[in-house]
């Protein structure tokens, strides 16, 4: 009889030390486990655009789903993400969940409160470069899920400015630069000397003014015109004497028979 009276309170006491040692044992430790080395490098695709997380996801912009190896078996929750992106020649780093930043992003929690998932949305076109995650508990590593491509924005090219309102400097002074004196000068330069053997100039200038430069008929005798002239006169004169003579001396010839 008196070990029945103590079994039911040794099994009380098993349970209040059982209860007391649940209460007792710290909560799991968070650690920080690394993006699956396979997932670098990864760019957004079409494929996962049917998860319903994407619905508000912009055109210009890519999803990006983020999971716990495991699902609902997983050792702990997601507690933050440190992801970083490639935008071309810029890294970006992102931070889930970070209202602070200009990306989009939030933590999923299961029916059960267990949070496995992991969104960001990040404009169209970037590389995942690597990531490291941060849970409640301990694992290996946190993979990507899938990831919803959006399109990437065309830059048209910016317009040339316009040349219009800019003043032109006009190549040609108002004034002209071409000299108006006329090359040649009214009075004629090309010489009409003839050598004299008489010495005397013969040069003969026409000018505009003054009446000698009138046409009145008469041509001036000068030089070598004048000198033939007065050669021809006198062998005239010479020959109408010789004449005269050979006349006179026939006449006083007589015939005699």
Known sequence: MLQRRHVPRMALTATAATALLAFAT?????????????????????????DDKFEKLPADHDGWHFVLPGGKKAAGDFESLTLTFANGAQTVTVKVPDDSDAYPDFLSAAGNGQVK????????????????????????????????????????????????????PSASPSESTSPS???????????????????????????????????????????????SVALFGLALIGGGVALTVLRRRRDRITFTS
């Open 181 to 227: 004196t006329s090359a040649s000068p009214s009075e004629s330069t090309s010489p009409s000397e003839s050598p004299s053997p008489s010495g005397s100039p013969s040069a003969s200038q026409s000018t505009g003014g003054g009446g000698g430069g009138q046409d009145d008929g008469e041509l001036p005798l000068t030089g070598v015109a004048a000198t």
């Open 26 to 50: 710290p909560a799991w430790a968070s650690s920080v486990i690394p993006l699956h080395p396979a997932h670098k490098g990864s760019t957004a695709q079409k494929q996962g655009c049917g």
């Open 117 to 168: 998932h992991a969104y960001v949305f990040t404009p169209a076109g970037w590389t995942l470069v690597d990531g490291t995650a941060t849970i409640s508990g301990k694992d290996d590593r946190f993979n990507l899920s899938h990831t919803c491509a959006g399109t990437v924005p065309t830059t048209s090219p910016s317009p040339s400015p316009s040349t219009t309102g800019s003043p032109t």
